[in-house]
């Protein structure tokens, strides 16, 4: 079973600032994968980033990185250079070998101009 | 199409109906999902297809839930005599391997 946890419910940032989303979870599978999934307000779910639980280099989308800590559980999204489009639903989700993805409660993300 | 697709986008059903959702995954993807997402929460899984086979449908909340993917393809959840706390966005994903899950629009359902 995997649980997620994602602690802040909100957060905002000024456009073209930086910010980070944090995100730990458990699980009990060697290998995984591990999801950041962006939701814009009535929009459908899309795919920021994504990790490989195997590999130690973080990933990197272009403004997008993440912070994995394996060892701690803790897969933190960091957003450089922040604009209004970045305005969204921002869940972690963890997916195991039985593929499916386990998704915490989100934080929703504001970028002010 | 391009993306996996989701019909109707709304369902308003009263309490008692039955209610049949419909999913178009994205062409040659074997694995298709369904998750429900309550309002303010995030998605929670439903049930699971390789292909036609059922392979994990442990999400689902009680009997009245069923969900087929006959041929592989298209997918259909169902829901026998809504409920209230039926009332939700369900959303389909697809993947093509062991990779991410492309998500559909979801269909809204609200059960009066």
């Known amino acids: 079973a995997q649980t997620v946890t994602q602690s802040q419910p909100e957060m905002s940032v000024q456009e073209a600032e930086t910010v980070t989303l944090s995100c730990t979870y458990d699980?009990?599978?060697?290998?995984?994968?591990l999801f950041w999934y962006k939701q814009p307000p009535s929009r459908q779910m899309i795919l920021v980033i994504r990790q490989e639980a195997y590999k130690q280099q973080n990933a990197t989308e272009n403004r997008f990185s993440v912070n994995f800590q394996k060892a701690a559980k803790s897969f933190s999204l960091k957003i450089s250079d922040s604009q209004l489009g970045d305005t969204a639903m921002y869940f972690c989700a963890p997916g195991g070998s039985n593929y499916k993805l386990t998704f915490g409660k989100g934080t929703l993300l504001t970028v002010n101009p | 199409g391009a993306g996996v697709s989701q019909s109707p986008r709304y369902k308003v059903a009263k309490r008692g109906q039955d209610v049949a959702l419909r999913c178009d995954p994205i062409s040659g993807h074997v694995s298709l999902f369904w998750y429900q997402q309550a309002l303010g929460q995030g998605p929670e899984f439903l049930t699971y297809f390789q292909n036609e086979a059922q392979l994990d449908k442990s999400g689902l909340p009680s009997d009245r839930f069923f969900a087929e993917r006959p041929e592989g393809s298209v997918s259909t959840l169902k829901i026998q005599r809504t409920q209230q706390e039926d009332s939700a966005v369900y959303l389909c994903a697809s993947s093509g391997g062991y990779t991410e899950q492309f998500f559909g629009p979801g269909t809204r359902l609200t059960v009066l």
């Open positions: 699980t009990s599978e060697n290998n995984y994968y």
